[in-house]
């Protein structure tokens, strides 16, 4: 049924985001130690799943423009809340590791 659909799709938008931001993080951590390499391996890593993320979620804006109302939940909220979060922990971690690889290449 629909509902349970619903919560399948906002439990990848999580799942996507979860492992995105995970990886984000890690990224900036092996900056911070000056292993460039493993920090854009995590940053490759992230981005893939935080790219499934967003088509997960396109697909819903894409129902909802055709007719198809999305049914709001607490859940989906939460997704929503878990992929923004993201989207700033992604901003951050570029950020961070350009500021640490200028800071090993001094």
Same mark, same amino acid.
């Given at each position: #049924?629909?509902?349970?659909?619903?919560?399948?799709?906002?439990?990848?938008?999580?799942? #996507?985001?979860?492992?995105?931001?995970?990886?984000?993080?890690?990224?900036?951590?092996?900056?911070?130690?000056?292993?460039?390499?493993?920090?854009?391996?995590?940053?490759?890593?992230?981005?893939?799943?935080?790219?499934?993320?967003?088509?997960?979620?396109?697909?819903?804006?894409?129902?909802?423009?055709?007719?198809?109302?999305?049914?709001?939940?607490?859940?989906?909220?939460?997704?929503?809340?878990?992929?923004?979060?993201?989207?700033?922990?992604?901003?951050?971690?570029?950020?961070?590791?350009?500021?640490?690889?200028?800071?090993?290449?001094?």
């Amino acid at each position: #049924n629909m509902t349970e659909e619903m919560e399948l799709i906002c439990f990848q938008l999580i799942a #996507n985001s979860g492992a995105a931001k995970s990886c984000f993080v890690e990224a900036i951590q092996a900056a911070k130690k000056g292993l460039f390499e493993d920090a854009k391996a995590k940053l490759v890593e992230a981005e893939e799943a935080f790219v499934e993320a967003h088509k997960i979620h396109a697909e819903l804006i894409q129902k909802e423009a055709s007719g198809e109302k999305t049914e709001f939940s607490l859940l989906f909220m939460h997704a929503e809340d878990q992929m923004a979060s993201t989207e700033i922990v992604q901003l951050l971690a570029q950020e961070l590791i350009e500021l640490y690889r200028d800071k090993h290449a001094q």
